[in-house]
């Protein structure tokens, strides 16, 4: 699937509940149904800046797409990196520099998080595509 199928994958999924309360609980179960991120990976050079809670992201390079792995000690920002690594992980770098999250707009996201919790948010974004821009640039070399 691409990106865009899955952002409206996602979409579809928020849509069929019209209470922010409901949301909430699909992000925590997102985040629940997240492997747990293996202790090793838990390192201070994976734990992405800007966010109020401590969110690990481990990034590989698999057949030329990326994969992530994440977790957090929160279980609204675990729901939030979960999202994130459903719809981008498994896609090539180029793929992830390009796309256009449309879906967090879509669904409300950014309006119904707290301050702190909407600059995690974005931190988290900024990140993923740190990841994909390291891993582009080591393909061309």
């Known amino acids: ?3 865009n199928e899955l952002q409206d994958e996602v979409i579809a999924e928020f849509n069929d509940f019209d209470d922010w309360m409901d949301r ?3 992000l925590i179960d997102l985040g629940n149904e997240q492997e747990p991120l293996d202790e090793r990976y838990k390192t201070e050079q994976n734990l992405i800046e800007g966010c109020q809670s401590r969110v690990w992201l481990q990034a590989d390079e698999e057949e030329g797409k990326l994969v992530f792995r994440a977790e957090s000690d929160a279980v ?3 729901g939030i990196i979960a999202l994130l690594i459903k719809v981008l992980s498994g896609h090539t770098p180029e ?3 390009n ?3 449309y879906f967090i707009d879509k669904i409300g996201l950014r309006d119904h998080l707290s301050p702190t919790r909407s600059n995690g948010l974005l931190s988290m974004v900024k990140q993923i595509r ?3 821009l390291a891993f582009k640039v080591k393909e061309g070399e």
């Open 130 to 132: 740190m990841y994909a």
């Open 24 to 26: 909430y609980q699909l």
């Open 76 to 78: 609204i920002v675990k």
């Open 1 to 3: 699937m691409s990106i």
């Open 95 to 97: 793929d992830i520099l």
């Open 99 to 101: 796309a256009d999250l």
